[in-house]
């Protein structure tokens, strides 16, 4: 099995890469491959798409890398599991709302917009440990509880359409939505492979998902 997390120039993927391949060592999932090649992606059994920075500088560039087309092919077409982590969740969106606004891929029915917390004493970024509240259960959640904390770097967040779509939340003066899900696809706002033992349990689980 190879799973491969797109490098399309976000950010910083040393940290990811490190946690997807230690999960999968100790799950034997198989092989884990950061990569830019469309080929790789194309032939990939997951797919991972981590993102760091702002919606519509992301969007441009995910839409202009050589993994873009292959990557909605195996998803869209032949269902391949997908993770999208922190601007890729977002990415997930129909619309988002950064400094422009900016079309997403749409597999979730939802804007992202800036956070605005009813308590004006708590900053943005939202940036830290929160306790995630499980909305509804979830195979990549498999021993994942209300109360396990997640780290999060972000000042935007996803609004959704559809409740249904929405798997966990926080609490950050008010719901933030904190993990989506559609079919074979899977979003979360903070970042797993900096959430200690509760980010490395999604990994796993995520390797081991079929949909």
Same mark, same amino acid.
């Given at each position: 099995?190879?799973?491969?997390?797109?490098?399309?120039?976000? &950010? =910083?993927?040393?940290?990811?890469?490190?946690?997807?391949?230690?999960?999968?060592?100790? %799950?034997?999932?198989?092989?884990?491959?950061?990569?830019?090649?469309?080929? %790789?992606?194309?032939?990939?059994?997951?797919?991972?798409? #981590?993102?760091? &920075?702002?919606? #519509?500088?992301?969007?441009?560039?995910?839409?202009?890398?050589? $993994?873009?087309?292959?990557?909605?092919?195996?998803?869209?077409?032949?269902?391949?599991?997908?993770?999208?982590? $922190?601007? &890729?969740?977002?990415?997930?969106?129909?619309? &988002?709302?950064?400094?422009?606004?900016?079309?997403?891929?749409?597999?979730?029915?939802?804007?992202?917009?800036?956070?605005?917390?009813?308590?004006?004493?708590?900053?943005?970024?939202?940036?830290?440990?929160?306790?995630?509240?499980?909305?509804?259960?979830?195979?990549?959640?498999?021993?994942? %509880?209300?109360?396990?904390?997640?780290?999060?770097?972000?000042?935007?967040?996803?609004?959704?359409?559809?409740?249904?779509?929405?798997?966990?939340?926080?609490?950050?003066?008010?719901?933030?939505?904190?993990?989506?899900?559609?079919?074979?696809?899977?979003?979360?706002?903070?970042?797993?492979?900096?959430?200690?033992?509760?980010?490395?349990?999604?990994?796993? =689980?995520?390797?081991?998902?079929?949909?």
């Amino acid at each position: 099995m190879l799973t491969a997390i797109i490098d399309y120039e976000s &950010g =910083n993927l040393h940290s990811a890469e490190k946690a997807f391949q230690k999960m999968a060592r100790e %799950t034997g999932a198989g092989d884990v491959v950061v990569t830019d090649k469309a080929e %790789t992606v194309a032939r990939a059994d997951r797919i991972v798409l #981590p993102g760091d &920075g702002a919606f #519509p500088a992301c969007a441009r560039a995910l839409r202009a890398s050589g $993994c873009f087309d292959a990557m909605v092919e195996a998803v869209e077409t032949r269902g391949r599991p997908f993770l999208g982590i $922190c601007v &890729g969740m977002q990415l997930m969106a129909r619309r &988002g709302h950064e400094y422009e606004p900016c079309e997403g891929l749409g597999w979730i029915d939802g804007e992202v917009e800036r956070i605005a917390p009813a308590d004006r004493a708590l900053k943005v970024p939202h940036m830290g440990w929160n306790d995630l509240v499980i909305d509804r259960a979830h195979p990549v959640l498999d021993g994942v %509880t209300t109360g396990d904390h997640a780290y999060f770097v972000h000042s935007y967040q996803m609004r959704l359409a559809d409740p249904g779509q929405r798997i966990a939340h926080v609490d950050y003066g008010g719901d933030v939505t904190a993990i989506v899900a559609e079919g074979t696809k899977i979003g979360l706002q903070f970042h797993p492979e900096k959430s200690a033992a509760t980010g490395l349990r999604m990994i796993a =689980n995520f390797l081991a998902w079929r949909p």
